[in-house]
């Protein structure tokens, strides 16, 4: 009787390694799918709190909100807010301010206004004297 000495793996092992494998990163794919939205919706929400800071400092510099998104820092911000795909939308007045942004989920929007009111929500309409709806 004859022996065979080789070792290794039979094809069918193989494929059965590879279709898991398979499997197994196709679910990772899936799984992460909303991570890059989610990431990009923290960044849009940080450079929103950052516009905030700084209308509050061109407030002060000037006397009055109107605009403070087209000074250099403010473009900046709304420069990497743009970056990200989306628009930064600000009303202004003297003494009053909204602002708001659609995040990734097509039907949500970040609202920010001077009198300190942060929220998520599905109008799109902001207006500075009636803040963020």
């Not at 450079?47 to 700084?54: A, I, L, P, T, V």
């Not at 970056?83 to 301010?97: N, R």
């Not at 659609?102 to 309409?125: F, I, R």
């Amino acid at each position: 009787m004859i022996k065979n000495k080789q070792k290794g793996f039979t094809l069918i092992e193989l494929l059965v390694v590879i279709a898991i494998i398979g499997i197994l990163s196709g679910t990772v794919v899936v799984s992460m799918s909303g991570a890059q939205d989610s990431a990009k919706n923290s960044r849009i929400k940080a450079g929103m709190d950052q516009m905030r800071s700084w209308a509050e400092v061109h407030r002060l510099l000037t006397g009055s909100y109107v605009g403070f998104k087209t000074t250099t820092d403010g473009k900046l911000i709304d420069d990497d807010i743009t970056s990200q795909g989306k628009t930064l939308t600000v009303e202004a007045t003297a003494a009053e301010y909204c602002m708001s942004v659609q995040l990734y989920d097509s039907t949500t929007h970040y609202c920010m206004d001077s009198k300190g009111v942060v929220k998520t929500t599905s109008a799109t309409a902001c207006v500075a004297a009636t803040g963020c709806p």
